[in-house]
């Protein structure tokens, strides 16, 4: 005979639990008592002390304050610092802009630094075309920046500006000195087609010493003004056409050399010209010799 | 018969209910020792592979908590003071699950006494249709004629053992064979009832519930006797401390069991009353150098009888070891003989292999094998307990042998296979079920 539990020391003690012990090991050993005893009980009373304690105002105070000044030793770190800005792309004057409106006070923390409100800032710019900011190695904020081209001025209710290929302001301007290469075109909305212009100053190349400059005309078709305050009206379809047609016919018969106000080619059916005030008298005689009034 | 097969039933409901929540006590109450294994079913599986049999099932489980203590008020296997037996089995439930920290519900129970007695029964039916379908072994299950074994007593064990079909014997399951009468052998194990009402009461009174119940002399042969000895036919010896259960095996099935109402207890009494000590010390010499064949070197060994009873010439005496085997082997003789009186009624001797395990507490006595090659024949050997997972190695010895084999019947029951449905004429009100039978019979 083995006996597998303890032996006990006792001689004569009785092993046997009492019906009590023995039901009441038995309710211990259930299982969902042994859960909620060893799991849920130990549970809810670290949640309800850490609870409690975290329901105290001087306590929320004091972590409050911890975490802030944690935050702030680490804001204040040397390798989160930057120190200076990089502006690239950009000429002078520009830069000068963007620094002033930036704003940044330098050096400033990198946690502090919000790359997307610089970028937005840049990009809102007129004269930026697109910009790209980065924080470099060792604490340099670098902004590269895409000016935009200007290709034509535009003047409208008594100001100047410089447009780009887009037809976007790039910066107003006071006098045309030093822009004298740019061509210009002026009229309401004519900033809304900078590419037909564009195209239009690409195909009067052959006269474009003579050019003025293009006129919108009620926001929808240009007016070419040459130099002895000649006028090529174009239609407002197809301009470009148009415009090549009146320099063909230049060509072959010297149109605009002659003495006329205005080629209308509105209709590009029909070619009007309007004669200057010499030409009309000049022709009109010549009508007169026709019909015998007048004699010389 | 029917309402036979309706506890058989009932049973296995229960068992399976136990075994659906997973924990099941096993307690085997013995004349000496209670034991109580708690086993947790975890539904593992099954090692499938060439050559690996079914394992008797005992994959499935795992045995958690173990725990055994001295029996009390036991007497022959029944219960003889019950408040004693009772305590006894609170102090091994209670260390049991306090090694399985889990409380359990349900216990399966065996114990070694209550007479067991069998009955072989046979039974034979015209087959329904063309071949044997579920109904038909359900209805020659249920023409086997019960003998009458009196109001006193119940059946605890019924289970098929052969099927024969048309002269050919020897079936294990004649489900889907073609034929035309089919009968049945039946091996019905019937005990006191009023010894298993005594241990059920025992049992709720512990607050568990059953959820069966075995002899220990069968489960014994389950665990001690390998499977091949069960399938070729072979007998197993249990030698507890009152009883000494016996179990025949033929094809897997246990086809006779009997008890002899001696055991090593009864070696302890010879003991304490041939060298007037006290039983504790009598049991204690009988397990530290009892034997039972003597050699010339027995008597010089000798063996200190210590006394407390005031009288210094009776205190200190010594006794040789071979005085000491010639009071053990006369009982141990005489529980041997009695045992293959039993066997030669059962006509254990017309089966085909005569091989014989001796397992039990009483077995572990030096010489019995050779003591018992004599009586019982040269095919003797003894036996341990199937190893199984989780026994603690305190429990492996042959006393565990019904223990270990209560788990393996818990795990893999022999009437698991025949649990057939009752014959659709005992349900006349259910029509509808007969007639989709039918047609799916006829169809």
């Known amino acids: ?296 | 018969m029917i309402e036979l097969f309706e506890i058989q039933r009932a049973m296995r409901q229960m068992r399976k209910a136990a075994m659906q929540r997973g924990v099941v006590a096993i307690l085997d109450i013995g004349t000496s020792k209670a034991t109580c294994l708690v086993l947790r079913f975890d539904g593992g599986e099954l090692p499938s592979g060439d050559g690996v049999g079914p394992m008797a099932g005992q994959s499935q489980f795992r045995i958690i908590g173990a725990a055994t203590t001295r029996a009390r008020g036991m007497r022959h296997g029944e219960i003889e003071v019950m408040a004693e037996t009772e305590r006894a089995v609170r102090t091994v439930v209670q260390a049991a699950q306090k090694m399985a920290q889990v409380r359990v519900d349900h216990a399966i129970v065996s114990f070694s006494g209550a007479g067991p007695r069998s009955y072989g029964l046979s039974g034979e039916i015209e087959v329904s249709g063309s071949e044997v379908s579920e109904s038909d072994i359900a209805a020659v299950l249920a023409s086997c004629e019960t003998p009458d074994i009196g109001t006193h007593r119940t059946v605890l064990h019924a289970q098929p053992v052969n099927f024969i079909l048309d002269h050919r014997s020897g079936l294990a399951d004649p489900r889907g064979q073609i034929g035309n009468r089919l009968a049945t052998d039946l091996h019905m194990l019937s005990v006191d009832r009023a010894a298993v009402q005594n241990i059920l009461h025992c049992i709720k009174r512990c607050d568990l519930e059953l959820a069966g119940l075995a002899s220990s002399a069968y489960v014994g042969g389950i665990s001690a006797l390998v499977e091949d000895e069960q399938k070729i036919g072979a007998a197993c010896i249990d030698l507890g401390a009152g009883t000494s259960g016996l179990s025949i095996f033929l094809r897997g099935h246990m086809i006779y069991a009997d008890t002899v109402r001696i055991g090593g207890h009864h070696v302890t009494q010879d003991i304490s009353k041939g060298l007037g000590i006290p039983l504790a010390l009598a049991e204690r010499i009988k397990t530290l150098h009892g034997g039972l064949v003597a050699t010339g070197r027995d008597d010089r060994d000798m063996i200190e009888l210590k006394g407390e009873t005031g009288d210094w010439e009776h205190d200190r005496r010594e006794i040789s070891r071979s005085e000491l085997i010639g009071i053990m082997r006369p009982r141990v003789e005489e529980i041997l003989e009695e045992v293959r009186g039993r066997l030669d009624a059962a006509g254990f001797d017309s089966l085909p292999s005569q091989k014989i395990v001796l397992t039990g507490g009483a077995s572990q006595v030096p010489g019995l094998a050779h003591l018992a090659t004599r009586i019982l024949g040269q095919q003797v050997r003894l036996g341990r307990p199937l190893r199984v997972q989780g026994l603690p190695q305190a429990a492996t010895g042959p006393a565990f042998s019904a223990a270990v084999g209560l788990c393996l019947f818990a795990a893999h029951p022999q009437d698991e296979c025949w649990d057939f449905n009752i014959e659709d004429h005992r349900y006349p009100a259910r029509s509808l079920r007969r007639a989709v039978r039918w047609f799916r019979e006829n169809w």
Request: aromatic share 6%.
């Open chain 1, 1 to 296: 005979m083995r006996t597998l539990t303890r032996p006990r020391r006792r001689y004569g003690h009785d092993p046997a639990p009492s019906r009590t012990a023995y039901r009441l090991t038995r309710f211990w050993l259930s299982p969902w008592l042994r859960w909620t005893v060893t799991t849920v009980l130990p549970v809810c009373a670290l949640t309800g002390a850490v609870g409690f304690w975290l329901m105290q105002p001087a306590q929320q105070q004091r972590i409050v304050a911890g975490a802030t000044q944690i935050r702030a030793s680490v804001e204040a770190r040397p390798e989160f610092q930057i120190r200076q800005m990089a502006i690239t792309g950009a000429s002078p004057v520009l830069a000068e802009t963007i620094r002033q409106r930036i704003g940044l006070d330098f050096p400033v923390s990198w946690f502090h630094l919000d790359t997307h409100e610089i970028h937005d800032t840049v990009a809102a710019l007129d004269a930026v075309a697109d910009a790209r900011v980065t924080v470099e190695l060792g604490g340099a904020l670098h902004i590269d920046v895409r000016e935009r081209e200007p290709v034509v001025l535009w003047r409208h209710d008594g100001a100047l500006e410089m447009l780009d290929a887009t037809g976007h302001r790039i910066a107003y301007i006071d006098r045309r000195d030093g822009l004298s290469f740019l061509p210009l075109v002026t009229g309401d909305g004519a900033d809304a087609a900078v590419p037909e212009a564009l195209a239009l100053f690409d195909a009067g190349k052959p006269i474009m010493k003579r050019v003025r400059a293009l006129m919108r005309q009620g926001a929808r078709r240009w007016d070419v003004v040459l130099d002895r305050g000649q006028v090529i009206e174009l239609p407002e379809t197809e301009p470009v056409s148009a415009l090549e047609r009146v320099l063909a016919m230049q060509d072959s018969t010297g149109l605009l050399t002659r003495d006329v106000a205005i080629v209308d080619i509105r209709d590009p059916a029909r070619l009007t010209v309007r004669l200057g005030p010499a030409a009309a008298e000049n022709l009109e005689t010549t009508r007169s010799f026709g019909k015998g009034i007048v004699s010389q």
